[in-house]
């Protein structure tokens, strides 16, 4: 059987499964939110990472119904750990372009938030430059019925790595931006990608948007990061992504 047909199968036979990646609120310390990451749960040769597959469900077009069991999952765990009483968590999705493109989205996404319970204001997505830049106006209506229709926050994966104009931030309806984690990897000992972070703080912050860094792995990114502003932090210094239960755990240590 081809890869394409595994994974339509793994579909069918529920064998996705999401980690949760913890995200920091550098104010407090607290965990506020995780990233939900698709991984597939194979029988025999166990744990599967999406690089193996991610490629072939995009060009399969199995990435819409498999991104839809992605967003349902996720809002049910949202709410799950509401229910857990939990502090709220936001819950943030990637949304791969097709996906977004899809027929309704919004239709479909008010139906997974009504279904699940979840506040929509707990869920976040995260949308590439590429993405958007596709065809910048069917963009911006879709991401204004997502935010102000849905109460959806929506916030910019990779940001700094597409090709891109900055004009859209001023267009788009945004909460956040994600920086991405080649920029963080050296910002302590490379001055360009230090200058490059510190001005992709300062430029959210103007446009009065949050700055998540990606990939935060040592101390001395943490320090640099949190000296320049940044209002949000997601990487191995903190926690890999982890099986809801363990980011539960997590959040109760944290209390
Ligand atoms: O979890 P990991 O770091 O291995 O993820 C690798 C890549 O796969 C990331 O860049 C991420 O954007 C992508 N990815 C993970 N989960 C999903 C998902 O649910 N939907 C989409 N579209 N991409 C995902
Ligand atoms: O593209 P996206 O941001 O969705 O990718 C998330 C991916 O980044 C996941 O595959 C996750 O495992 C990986 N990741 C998360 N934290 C770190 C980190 O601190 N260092 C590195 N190298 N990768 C990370
Ligand atoms: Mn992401
Ligand atoms: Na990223």
Request: with cysteine.
């Amino acid at each position: 059987l081809s890869l394409e047909g595994n994974l339509r199968g793994a579909l069918e036979r529920d064998e996705f499964v999401l980690h949760y990646q913890p995200q920091i609120d550098l104010a407090t310390g607290k965990i506020v939110g995780a990233e939900a990451l698709l991984r597939w749960q194979q029988p025999y040769s166990g744990l599967v990472q999406p690089e193996e597959f991610i490629d072939v469900l995009e060009e399969s077009g199995l990435i819409v119904p498999v991104g839809d069991w992605v967003l349902r999952a996720a809002c049910a765990q949202g709410k799950a750990w509401e229910s857990e009483g939990l502090p709220p968590l936001r819950v943030a999705v990637n949304l791969s372009t097709r996906q977004f493109k899809g027929e309704n989205l919004a239709e479909r996404l008010s139906r997974i938030l009504d279904d699940t319970g979840i506040d929509p204001g707990l869920l976040e997505l995260e949308l590439t430059e590429s993405l958007l830049m596709e065809d910048a106006p069917v963009s911006s209506s879709t991401l204004h019925e997502l935010r102000v229709l849905l109460g959806l926050n929506l916030s910019i994966d990779d940001f700094g790595t597409g090709y891109s104009s900055l004009s859209y931030l001023k267009h788009f309806p945004l909460d956040a931006l994600k920086v991405d984690r080649s920029f963080v990897r050296d910002i302590a000992t490379d001055p360009n990608d230090a200058a490059i972070v510190t001005s992709i703080i300062n430029l959210a912050h103007n446009l009065r948007l949050k700055v998540i860094a990606e990939g935060v792995e040592t101390e001395e990114q943490l320090a640099y990061l949190r000296e320049r502003g940044c209002d949000l932090v997601q990487g191995f210094y903190f926690s890999e992504p982890v099986p809801a239960e363990e980011l539960s755990e997590l959040v109760r240590r944290d209390e």
